[in-house]
């Protein structure tokens, strides 16, 4: 797109001259897509973020469990302060104490020292990551826990439910202000449909240059090897013979095999070459996220 208004302006003024070259672009080094992370390699990570209802049901887990603690350690203070161990004045300050350690000392250390995961985000299968998926730090984790005391317990949840129902990633407002969300981590594994190399090519797959082949035929192909066996014998013979035709052009050396021969080889080799590619660079995103 940017190639064709290139050259609609160059026609437009001929006498402009020669254009001034442009600079080196900035590479980003994450691209963010509603649920997909992409990173500057072009790798999109699998991130997941968790639905509201699941955020509200962790959160209420860890809002119980504050109270509990809060309500313990006041009830062993109340018998100190009875049996006299505990001055009345002290009991006070204990009590403030209590609530910053609680509200916000307790959940920023936690946070920050499981890589946002809490009780509640344990139980529903969540963490807490930064908006590029990586870990969260000291600052996003007191961030959140600084401004969850305002939308959570000030405010009995309203804002932090009303803020996430209007968010894409079901974002509270402290994620907002320290840049992350809640991401999935148990998902349910995907059904492998890997198609193996036929028998015979293995010398051919270690030499053949397979050129990626066009979106759209690609998508053919993949559902012709995933649904042959289901064809009708003359259709899947057609089907083949057309495939092959126009993914020959793309394969080099082309084996001297028959066409849907040549169709589950073709898929092998590329599926094995950019699963290797992925997985190389899935290990470095990885890396970098530490």
């Known amino acids: 797109m940017s190639t064709g208004a290139g050259f609609g302006m160059t026609s437009a003024a001929p006498n402009a001259g020669a254009a001034a ?10 691209v963010l897509e509603h ?9 999109a990570l699998d991130v997941q973020p968790i639905g509201l209802i699941l955020r509200v049901a962790g959160t209420a887990i860890d809002v119980v469990a504050t109270i509990l603690a809060y309500l ?19 009991m006070r300050i204990l009590s403030i104490v209590l609530l910053v350690l609680l509200l916000i000392v307790v959940p920023t250390a936690i946070e920050t020292a499981t890589r946002g995961r809490s009780l509640g985000k344990l139980a529903v299968g969540g963490r807490i990551v930064r908006l590029d998926g990586g ?8 961030i959140r826990a600084v401004v969850g005391v305002l939308e959570i317990y000030m405010t009995l949840g309203g804002l932090a439910l009303l803020v996430g129902v209007f968010t894409p990633r079901s974002q509270r407002l402290g994620d907002l202000v320290a840049g992350t969300y809640a991401e999935r981590t148990r998902t349910p594994a995907l059904v492998s449909r890997e198609t193996p190399l036929p028998p015979g090519l293995e010398t051919w797959a270690s030499i053949a240059d397979v050129a ?20 009708h014998p003359a259709a899947r013979l057609r089907v083949a013979d057309e495939l092959a035709a126009e993914v020959r052009p793309h394969v080099n050396p ?9 169709l589950r080889a073709v898929v092998a080799v590329r599926r094995g070459r950019e699963l290797h590619a992925l997985t190389a660079r899935a290990e470095r995103v990885a890396r970098l996220s530490r």
């Open 35 to 43: 649920d997909e992370v992409l990173t500057g390699e072009a790798v």
């Open 135 to 142: 870990a969260i730090s000291f600052r996003h984790a007191f």
């Open 254 to 262: 082309v084996p001297p095999v028959d066409p849907e021969t040549l």
């Open 72 to 90: 313990g350690l006041i009830l062993l203070m109340s018998q100190l302060l009875v049996a006299g161990l505990l001055p009345e004045n002290v």
């Open 212 to 231: 990626r082949l066009p979106d759209r035929l690609a998508r053919r192909v993949a559902q012709f090897v995933a649904g042959s066996e289901a064809m």
């Open 21 to 30: 070259p442009r600079p080196p672009a900035r590479h980003r080094a994450i």
